[in-house]
């Protein structure tokens, strides 16, 4: 069929009609003629076409002569173009994350986190500048609210912790637990448990077990049955549980009323003790409330205190500020006195200072005798803080140290000839109060000091004191060592000689019998007398192998005083596999309560004034997390 007429002007103008929405009145229009549109011909408006195509009012047969002379496919442009405004929408407006997708899972569980490791509110996921800065951070994200995690996100959290606790619990042979009480803003009266051990890797592991209310008296009694039903609930009753407090009368009543053996009293505690009786002369307390009187005054006044700037950078001292002490605590004393001697020359030319003068008539520095017993009180302090210092390490044994140290301090105690009386009092003392200390104790921490590759020479003690104590350890190790496994029953005759004649029924027949077969008939026939290790150290009892090995031990090099005592023994475990074990059990115990001292500045941030009304289970519950929780945990707990 022959395609219509073609128009003979080409430059006449084509009209597309108005109204319509096919595609393909982007390429045909309508002649006019004599001022009226033609509308029963269509004219394609291609360059080079002008075909004339009979309309209708279908677009079927345009359409086709588009895509056949020209390949232009309007329906697939139009389908494409409608469905570019769906996407463009998505983009600029994401579809928000599914509570249950991996991203918004992370966002919450890294929201929990924030809010125990860094002691938050619940209520900072209503924050305004929260959760803007999570809009910023993943705007399709849906933010939980306070009460999702308070009664649902965080207390799964727990349960999830916990159950890892107790599971690392249940493989350690030993245990130690601290404790100590606290009262919080709110006048709630708590008490803290903490346990330590140390793991199969030979890492020291501290762990926040429980917070609890404590309403009744703090007697004994009571703080015993915390403690005893404390290590009920977390199953550590049978793990030899050891026990680490304070001196306070109560404490050591409520470790007989718990059965924990042994009890150790906190060094840092007894040292505070000790330290005390030694500031309590007459001289001291003048010459501490001297220097008190001035730093206050430092503290009140404001150009004291930028006088005081100025002659610093004078004399070239550091701008440091004076400290102030607390009377109940003795390194604050120590402190006070250490950074006054350090700015002694910019004190006294401050209160020298015209502008000081002033207002400060009733002030004066110290005399040339009281700095000179301020430098003394210093010396003989000093020993004693580092001390202090080195009892708050949690990574490394501590209660091995505690006789070596106290026997030092003893010696630091002696008169020498340079000594002031005031000195020689403060001495007296403090030696006879610290002599007195760890008496029932002593036996039990020289054997841990013995078990310390540091200090298993004990120099400072004599050679049969000595040998006593390695004796005793020599005793526990045979005690401990483990009981050899039960050997299988062993075969009647009968049944051997029938188990070979299969041998050799299988070997005439050119069968190969199973190695397992023959196996076990040699076991059955020279079990009982084939040994692979030496006959001279089978033979010995484990009482011989007991004090074999602790004189292999006590003939080996000890380690340097800044050596780690964990990796010593982890690289020696082999070697002395019984002395091993008992390290474990010795060294796991922390020589302070320092740990659950600890808790209380936490407790100090999670139990503060606007969030007084915080239930006791979130009290407990907010503390065992942010102490207990890490990044390691988090990642592989799946909530």
């Known amino acids: 069929m022959e395609p219509p007429e073609r128009a003979g002007n080409e430059s006449e103008t084509l009209h597309t009609p108005v109204g319509v929405k096919s595609w393909v009145w982007k390429y045909f229009g309508f002649r006019k003629r004599d001022g009226a549109v033609v509308r029963d011909v269509a004219v394609c408006k291609e360059k080079d076409c002008q075909c004339e195509m009979k309309y209708v009012g279908n677009t079927s047969n345009?359409?086709?002569?588009?895509?056949?002379?020209?390949?232009?496919?309007?329906?697939c442009k139009e389908r494409t173009q409608a469905s570019t405004p769906a996407t463009s929408l998505t983009t600029f407006f994401p579809p928000k994350l599914s509570n249950t997708s991996k991203r918004a899972k992370n966002i919450t569980k890294g929201i929990a986190f924030f809010i125990c490791k860094d002691m938050r509110p619940y209520c900072v996921v209503e924050n305004e500048g929260f959760r803007y800065l999570l809009q910023v951070l993943e705007p399709r994200y849906n933010i939980p609210s306070r009460q999702h995690f308070s009664e649902s996100y965080i207390p799964n959290l727990y349960t999830?912790?916990?159950?890892?606790?107790?599971?690392?619990?249940?493989?350690?042979?030993?245990?130690?637990?601290?404790?100590?009480?606290?009262?919080?803003?709110?006048?709630?009266?708590?008490?803290?448990?903490?346990?330590?051990?140390?793991?199969?890797?030979?890492?020291?592991?501290?762990?926040?077990?429980?917070?609890r209310v404590l309403g009744d008296t703090h007697s004994g009694v009571?703080?015993?049955?915390?403690?005893?039903?404390?290590?009920?609930e977390w199953g550590i009753l049978d793990k030899a549980p050891a026990l680490v407090t304070d001196n306070a009368s109560n404490m050591i009543k409520a470790g007989e009323e718990a059965g924990l053996s042994p009890h150790i009293k906190c060094f840092t505690h007894t040292l505070n003790l000790t330290t005390q009786d030694g500031l309590k002369i007459a001289a001291t307390e003048r010459l501490l409330g001297r220097v008190r009187r001035i730093v206050s005054f430092f503290h009140r006044s404001a150009v004291a205190t930028t006088v005081l700037h100025e002659k610093q950078s004078l004399l070239g001292l550091p701008h440091h500020k004076l400290k102030a002490d607390v009377k109940t605590r003795w390194n604050s004393s120590f402190e006070m006195l250490e950074r006054f001697l350090e700015q002694q020359a910019a004190v006294m030319a401050t209160l020298l200072d015209k502008k000081v003068r002033k207002g400060s008539c009733d002030v004066h520095t110290l005399s040339e005798s009281d700095l000179l017993a301020a430098e003394q009180m210093v010396s003989l302090l000093a020993p004693l803080k580092a001390a202090t210092t080195l009892m708050c390490e949690e990574k490394q044994p501590t209660v091995s140290i505690v006789a070596p140290l106290r026997i030092k301090l003893l010696a630091h105690f002696e008169y020498a000839p340079e000594d002031s009386p005031l000195?020689?009092?403060?001495?007296?003392?403090?030696?006879?109060?610290?002599?007195?200390?760890?008496?029932?104790?002593?036996?039990?921490?020289?054997?841990?000091?013995?078990?310390?590759?540091?200090?298993?020479?004990?120099?400072?003690?004599?050679?049969?004191?000595?040998n006593q104590i390695f004796e005793y350890l020599a005793e526990e190790a045979k005690e401990s060592e483990a009981q050899p496994e039960e050997t299988p029953p062993q075969s009647s005759p009968h049944q051997i000689s029938m188990e070979l004649n299969e041998v050799c029924d299988a070997e005439t027949t050119k069968e190969c019998?199973?190695?397992?077969?023959?196996?076990?008939?040699?076991?059955?026939?020279?079990?009982?007398?084939?040994?692979?290790?030496?006959?001279?150290?089978?033979?010995?009892?484990?009482?011989?192998?007991?004090?074999?090995?602790v004189r292999k031990y006590r003939d080996v090099a000890s380690l340097s005083l800044d050596g780690k005592v964990l990796d010593w023994w982890r690289a020696h475990q082999a070697e002395f596999p019984l002395l091993a074990d008992l390290a474990k059990t010795y060294l796991c115990i922390p020589g302070t309560s320092v740990p659950s001292e600890r808790v209380f500045s936490t407790a100090g941030d999670i139990v503060r004034s606007e969030r007084s009304v915080l239930s006791t289970e979130h009290v407990d519950l907010l503390i065992f997390l942010k102490k207990n929780l890490s990044w390691s945990t988090i990642e592989s707990i799946e909530l």
């Open 62 to 75: 345009l359409s086709a002569h588009l895509k056949r002379r020209h390949g232009i496919d309007g329906e």
């Open 160 to 211: 999830k912790v916990r159950d890892e606790v107790i599971q690392s619990l249940m493989s350690v042979e030993r245990v130690a637990i601290t404790s100590d009480g606290w009262t919080s803003c709110t006048t709630e009266s708590y008490i803290t448990v903490t346990c330590h051990f140390i793991d199969n890797k030979w890492q020291m592991k501290n762990h926040v077990l429980q917070t």
């Open 222 to 232: 009571n703080i015993g049955q915390v403690l005893r039903s404390a290590c009920e």
């Open 423 to 466: 000195i020689k009092d403060m001495k007296r003392l403090m030696s006879d109060d610290l002599r007195e200390r760890y008496v029932d104790e002593e036996p039990f921490l020289l054997r841990a000091a013995a078990l310390d590759p540091r200090f298993k020479k004990l120099p400072f003690l004599g050679d049969e004191r000595r």
């Open 513 to 549: 019998p199973p190695v397992s077969k023959k196996s076990k008939v040699l076991e059955d026939l020279f079990g009982d007398s084939f040994c692979t290790e030496d006959p001279s150290v089978r033979d010995k009892t484990s009482k011989e192998l007991a004090h074999d090995e």
